[in-house]
Structure formats: structure tokens, C-alpha cells
């Protein structure tokens, strides 16, 4: 399958910068082929989520999959067989065409990195939207939480992990986590404000030592992309991250599962509630 994906940041010519702090309009820009970055600075405030798609013969034992690895593999939605539209998380959306990007596997290999999956869906095909970390970002950065690799323009890298998943029928395998770079207090401050937010992953499932996790290089991450050098006054955090559900798909050698390009995530016009009356108060960055 020839790939027409493009690269991210590269806008075609006579595209039409749309209104970032609107998920619908970033989903139109999309949709047009205007818009092809990464998501994490679009939309701030609404929740982002994981894209995977795959026969529904399989849909049960995946749906159970994620819920025995929930920490992970949060469920935003399901659609029906065939229908490529899950209403509960925006109205327009149509998983067809707004993503930025895609990645095609059939029988565990890669084949195609489409810009859109129209001529590949079927009547048979389910869709599930699951959590993303991109969701919670804004939250952090209301407390005063610097994540630096959203001040340099990139994202967060990802990892596999030493920790098992609980395998059911052809899906199993290992848990990926997602990293961030921060001090030690705002490490302490991400973890007691995340833990509110289950559905994004809630907290993290590990703060530095990261040979504890089975990786033995930061600067090797899954996808081979994402913000990975660490300062003098930083640690590794790490949270558990919907990409495992790729790496348990593609494992499975399924006929055919599809899932997002990498940071290109499913935005949704669900609102990322405020939890404050649960939340800590900080004062200053020293705080």
C-alpha cells in the first residue's frame, strides 16, 4: 500500500491555519488536508484520544483487554460494527478522515501510513477511542506544571516496558509508558493532580529509574520520536500509555488493525473537567 502520509508540521500548499483552541476546526483542517502536526498543542482543555480499529470478530476479547489494563487502555468508545462515527465524543467526527495520520498493519506488518482510511473500511470494522495523556497536559500547566517538551515543540517519547500486560485471547504483551522530563517538584505535583484523572491514565506508574521499567536507554524510544534528554534537575516520569494496545494488535498478526500515526491523535469535544475541589493547591513554583 503506497503511503501518502505527510510529515508532521508540513502543512500542503494553501493551507489554512485553523483555530488550535477549537477541536470541530482542527477536525475540518484536518479533513481538508490543511492541517498534519502534532496534536498535543491543539485543543487545550479538551480530551485526546488513541485510535484502534479491528474486525469484529475480535472486538469482545479487545474491549476485555482493555478493561483488565485499564491503567493503560482507558475506553472513551466503541462504535458499532461498520460505523466509523462515535457521536459521545463529537457529533462531525468521522474516524475516516480526521486523524492526521494513520498506520495500517494487516497480519502484524506494516503497510501503509494513509492520510485517510476511506477506501479501507469495511462493515466489519470497530473502532475504539482510548485515553490519552495529551489530555491532561493543560491541567498540569494550570498548576504551574513546565513540561518542556511542549515549550520546545514536541512530545512526550514513549517506551516498552518490563511490565506484563493481562493477556486475553490474542492480545497481550507489554505495557508502553509515556515520559516526561521534570523536576522533582513538579514530578510530586503531576502525580497528585493526575491521580484524579483515571480516564487519561490517571498517575504515573513510575518517577525516575528507568532500568526498573526495563529501559536501559532514554534515548531510545518506541516510535523513535519524542523529547528523551533529561537535565541535571530533571527525572523521568512515566506514565502508562494507550500505545500498548498497538504493540498487543500488531502482536496479535490480526488481518487487519488499524491505528493513529504517532502523536496524531482522535480530538474530541469532550471538556477535561476540572477536578480542583480533589486537586492539591500549590503556591509558588518552589512551593
Known sequence: ?????????????????????????????????????????AAPGFAQGN?????????????????????????????????????????????????????????????????????????????????????????????????RHLDEGNVSAMYVTNRATVPVGPFGGDMVVSMRPMTPQDAIRAALICQHYPEYHGAPVHIGLPHLLGIDDLTRSYGGHGLTALREDELPVFWACAATAQIAAVAAGLPLCITHYKAHMVLTDVPVLSKSAGEPTFGGRDA
Open 51 to 147: 485510535l484502534v480499529i479491528v474486525p469484529a470478530p475480535f472486538a469482545d476479547d479487545f474491549a476485555q483487554f482493555c478493561e483488565l489494563n485499564s491503567r493503560a487502555l482507558p475506553v472513551m468508545g466503541r462504535s458499532a460494527a461498520g460505523v466509523p462515527h462515535l457521536p459521545e465524543l463529537a457529533s462531525d467526527l468521522d474516524l475516516r478522515t480526521d486523524v492526521g495520520g494513520y498506520m495500517v498493519f494487516e497480519n502484524g506488518v506494516l503497510t501503509g501510513t494513509p492520510r485517510d482510511i476511506r477506501d479501507l473500511w469495511r462493515d466489519d470494522l470497530v473502532a475504539f477511542v482510548l485515553g490519552c495523556s495529551f489530555s491532561f497536559e493543560s491541567v498540569l500547566q494550570s498548576h504551574g506544571v513546565r513540561l
Open 1 to 41: 500500500m503506497k503511503s501518502d502520509f505527510i510529515s508532521p508540521g508540513i502543512s500542503p500548499a494553501g493551507g489554512r491555519d485553523p483555530d488550535l483552541a477549537e477541536p470541530a476546526a482542527v477536525r475540518r483542517a484536518i479533513r481538508r488536508g490543511d492541517f498534519r502536526s502534532f496534536t498535543n498543542h
